[in-house]
């Protein structure tokens, strides 16, 4: 059982790039979200989806795009990544308890 | 809005002491409450908690929730070196799935 699969594992771009992270989960989960870890902010939700083709903001949404056209998959997009969207990256799902996380996605920009 | 916030931010202890983190959230539609252990890589489940006043415990672990003052502690007795951690609480809320966590604090257990 795989549990949440996040790719790729580390990612440089230079700024203006864009790209999409991949999130898979093979749980059947309803609820989905995105988070970004900086130093001393532990996590940030920046969007979350409670089913397939519904979706949210969160607490950082901007500069970010998502969809979820299928329940095992939440991609999260960078239309043009900034030097401020350097972090850790991490991709959650859920049904109604715990929360399983991804192995994250370090993100680079320079 | 909702909000998650934890104390201390970070805490330097010794072998065998007995620790006290604290979470305090406000939120429109409380459901749940979560704690998670986080090392080098993904956060880890710890504990979720729901109503007032049941206590969860697993081993040296344990956790409370006070759904009127709207707090919870997570208490780590004898502590060891592999508890050193960062430690995160989440709250999540009404039927949107909404997950959010506080800033974390940082444990550190020193031999």
């Known amino acids: 059982n795989a549990g949440v699969t996040q790719t790729p594992k580390f990612q440089v771009l230079k700024t203006g790039q864009s790209m999409t992270l991949q999130c898979a989960q093979d749980?059947?989960?309803?609820?989905m979200s995105w988070y970004r870890q900086d130093p001393g902010m532990g996590l940030r939700l920046i969007h979350y989806?409670?089913?397939?083709?519904?979706?949210d903001q969160g607490e950082v949404p901007n500069g970010y795009n998502v969809s979820r056209s299928t329940t095992e998959d939440f991609p999260l997009r960078l239309l043009s990544a900034a030097p401020s969207q350097t972090s850790v990256y991490f991709c959650?799902?859920?049904?109604?308890?715990?929360?399983?996380f991804g192995q994250g996605t370090r993100l680079t920009v320079v | 809005e909702d909000k998650v916030v934890q104390s201390p931010l970070s805490l330097v202890v010794h072998e065998g002491d007995t620790v006290t983190l604290n979470c305090s959230y406000e939120?429109?539609?409380?459901?749940?409450l979560l704690w998670y252990k986080q090392e080098k890589k993904a956060p880890t489940f710890l504990f979720m908690l729901?109503?007032?006043?049941i206590e969860k415990k697993s081993g040296r672990l344990s956790s409370i929730l006070d759904k009127k003052e709207l707090f919870s502690i997570l208490n780590i007795t004898a502590t060891q070196t592999g508890d050193s951690a960062v430690y995160l609480c989440?709250?999540?809320?009404?039927?949107?799935?909404?997950?959010?966590f506080g800033q974390g604090t940082t444990l550190q257990v020193k031999p």
């Open positions: 989440g709250q999540g809320s009404g039927n949107t799935g909404k997950l959010i």
């Open positions: 729901t109503s007032s006043g």
């Open positions: 939120v429109t539609n409380f459901r749940s």
């Open positions: 989806s409670v089913g397939a083709g519904i979706t």
């Open positions: 959650a799902s859920r049904r109604r308890t715990e929360a399983f």
């Open positions: 749980m059947n989960h309803e609820y």
